[in-house]
């Protein structure tokens, strides 16, 4: 079965919908108007139940089916980030320096396609939660919503999430058991030394020296305490002290980011780095304070229901465009919350047109509204398949 025929017949509605999204795009846990819109358009569909306010401008909508059955929950994130948009499209983003640069404008709009369809068709037995989440980027939405009762007030035997991926074919799903994305933290240093003249180091302490005794040390616990067939990444990303040609400083500031899968692994680098900052400053006359704040933890497929998931995407693109991926990313997501607390599957579709088309986070980037059919027919399938009339 590729695109269903009735969410094929509502692609140019549904590419209205998402360009509107685009052209007001909302930074986490400010998306307003997305969430206003979200809940008008459920209740156009006759969804049965809509709940506004978790995790402030979060929505559930519920969709049941014709008699009782199990329940699963869907997911698509809302937010935009913080870029300002060079697409030069007529729907380009009127809020300045904010862009849906990930395709959540996408997501959101896969979601309420399967809802329309859900709505109207009903083919299953059971309840389908359909989860609008807020501030997938940096704040963790999907963490707030579960510490505010998500799965309590919505019991749910298993969870779906999705991602558009600009790197793969356009309609082609991308699979991977186990981690598929990765956890992250990230990593403030404050450094405190002495300042002096430029040409008199040895009447101060130079925090800019230990800073880069500091990131040298860092790749080396990558290297050679970390066991090099697990993944894992400690990246220095932004360096700040000084101002001028021949003044020490006192201070230096900086910022990175740990990616790892394993815990072993992230326990390896925060303790590792947290030691090694301390120790070297401390040896060198200087202080090092780290401030390592996990964000998200690693995504984790769970084997049964990615074997569900697979077969929905199966049942619309056909087998041989359902890959497995050859490695997992280290990109993170917060959907891992979910799947921290249900069995979950995430999974990726394609959305290259062209070999040149810009990557998500990229000011050019621009989500593909070919493949909007494509999963909100996945969402659909999965229901129906999981949730049988009759099961
Ligand atoms: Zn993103
Ligand atoms: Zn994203």
Redesign the pocket.
């Known amino acids: 079965m590729p695109i269903i025929n009735r969410i094929a017949e509502f692609h140019d509605a549904m590419t209205e919908w998402r360009r509107d999204l685009h052209a007001h795009p909302e930074l986490g846990l400010a998306e307003h108007r997305t969430s206003s819109l979200v809940q008008a358009k459920l209740r156009e569909f006759g969804v049965d139940e809509i709940h506004a306010g978790l995790a402030g401008t979060g929505v559930v909508g519920v969709v049941r089916g014709r008699d009782p059955g199990g329940a699963i929950g869907l997911r698509a994130d809302m937010d935009a980030?913080p870029i300002a948009e060079e697409t030069g499209l007529p729907y380009a983003s009127q809020n300045a320096g904010v862009m849906h640069?990930?395709?959540?404008d996408g997501h959101t709009t896969m979601l309420l396609g399967a809802a329309r369809y859900l709505a109207e068709t009903r083919n299953f037995d059971g309840t389908v939660y359909l989860i609008f989440q807020p501030a997938?980027?940096t704040q963790g939405g999907a963490g707030i919503m579960v510490r505010e009762g998500l799965f309590d007030r919505f019991p749910m035997e298993r969870v779906f999430g999705m991602h558009n991926w600009p790197l793969a074919t356009q309609g082609n799903f991308l699979w991977r058991d186990g981690p598929v994305m990765a956890a992250v933290a990230n990593i403030d240093v404050a450094i405190t030394g002495r300042g002096a003249h430029g040409a008199q180091p040895h009447l101060g302490v130079d925090p800019v020296f230990v800073a880069a005794q500091i990131i040298s040390a860092a790749q080396g616990l990558v290297a050679r305490s970390k066991d090099p067939i697990e993944g894992g990444v400690l990246s220095l990303c932004h360096i700040a002290g000084g101002h001028t040609y021949n003044v020490i400083p006192e201070t230096v500031r900086m910022m990175g980011t740990a990616r790892w899968f394993a815990p072993a692994v992230g326990d390896l680098l925060e303790h590792g780095f947290v030691r090694l900052a301390s120790g070297i400053a401390d040896s060198l006359g200087a202080r090092a304070e780290v401030t390592y704040k996990r964000n998200y933890p690693a995504t984790v497929n769970d084997a049964p229901t990615l074997a569900l998931a697979r077969r929905a995407a199966e049942a619309v693109a056909g087998a041989a465009r359902v890959q497995p991926m050859a490695a997992p990313t280290m990109?993170s997501e917060d959907f891992a919350f979910f799947a921290e607390a249900r069995p979950a599957a995430f999974i990726l579709l394609g959305g290259r047109a062209h070999p040149d088309d810009a990557m998500?986070?990229h000011p050019r980037y621009d989500f593909n509204d070919a493949i909007l059919p494509v999963g909100a027919s996945y969402w659909a399938v999965l229901v129906e398949q999981m949730l049988p009339r009759g099961g």
């Open positions: 980030l640069a990930c395709g959540h997938e980027e990109g998500v986070h």
